[in-house]
T-cell receptor
Framework: DGGITQSPKYLFRKEGQNVTLSCEQNLNHDAMYWYRQDPGQGLRLIYYSQIVNDFQKGDIAEGYSVSREKKESFPLTVTSAQKNPTAFYLC?????????????FGEGSWLTVV | GDSVTQMEGPVTLSEEAFLTINCTYTATGYPSLFWYVQYPGEGLQLLLKATKADDKGSNKGFEATYRKETTSFHLEKGSVQVSDSAVYFCALSDFWANSGGSNYKLTFGKGTLLTVNP
């Protein structure tokens, strides 16, 4: 089945550690995105990528890094510089960035700092 | 900048009741409008969308009409079911550019929790 796979579903991080969240899609989509969701809040864009080997910062990129070496993969690293990383992280993709195109989401990853 | 305002929840209804969740938006361009639904512990699923004024999106008994004159995209369903219990997000997609590049970006409302009781 086509879709977006995020792993792990749950992740615990000690303060000062970097962690990487995986996102893989087999939808042949060009554009991929990372969003952060906090309780009672909407989603906020962290990074997006329109093509391989290219990505841009979203609204809250500080303390995060990404790579896009393959079309199917868009991993997100939460670095120790991110002061409040505990949140629900959602990866998404779309055919390309255009008016009206639907963005599809993965199941999400819960990150907790302990 | 772009923004989406939706009614605050939680909303609690009895099964077969009528549902309205209000959504209004502010956009600098000419956005597309979406409703997404999130079931507990899961990602977001597209519920419906509309890409131009007066378009009506519909799916699974839910409807919303793109009203440019009132900048609104209210979600309605005539008879809700227990299985409709979820968080509903209104969102807009608009052209967005900063120093790093440009894209069509989704801007979300804060979400409305709906609980339907049997």
């Amino acid at each position: 089945d086509g879709g977006i796979t995020q792993s792990p579903k749950y992740l615990f991080r000690k303060e000062g550690q970097n962690v990487t969240l995986s996102c893989e899609q087999n939808l042949n989509h060009d554009a991929m995105y990372w969003y952060r969701q906090d309780p009672g809040q909407g989603l906020r864009l962290i990074y997006y990528s329109q093509i391989v080997n290219d990505f841009q910062k979203g609204d809250i990129a500080e303390g995060y890094s990404v790579s896009r070496e393959k079309k199917e993969s868009f991993p997100l690293t939460v670095t120790s510089a991110q002061k409040n990383p505990t949140a629900f992280y959602l990866c998404a993709s779309s055919t390309w960035a255009a008016h009206g195109n639907t963005i599809y989401f993965g199941e999400g990853s819960w990150l907790t700092v302990v | 900048g772009d923004s989406v305002t939706q009614m605050e929840g939680p909303v609690t209804l009895s099964e077969e009741a009528f549902l309205t969740i209000n959504c209004t938006y502010t956009a600098t361009g000419y956005p597309s409008l979406f409703w997404y639904v999130q079931y507990p512990g899961e990602g977001l699923q597209l519920l419906l969308k509309a890409t131009k004024a007066d378009d009506k999106g519909s799916n699974k008994g839910f409807e919303a009409t793109y009203r440019k004159e009132t900048t609104s995209f209210h979600l309605e369903k005539g008879s809700v079911q227990v299985s409709d219990s979820a968080v509903y997000f209104c969102a807009l997609s608009d052209f967005w550019a900063n120093s790093g590049g440009s894209n069509y970006k989704l801007t979300f409302g804060k979400g409305t929790l709906l609980t339907v009781n049997p």
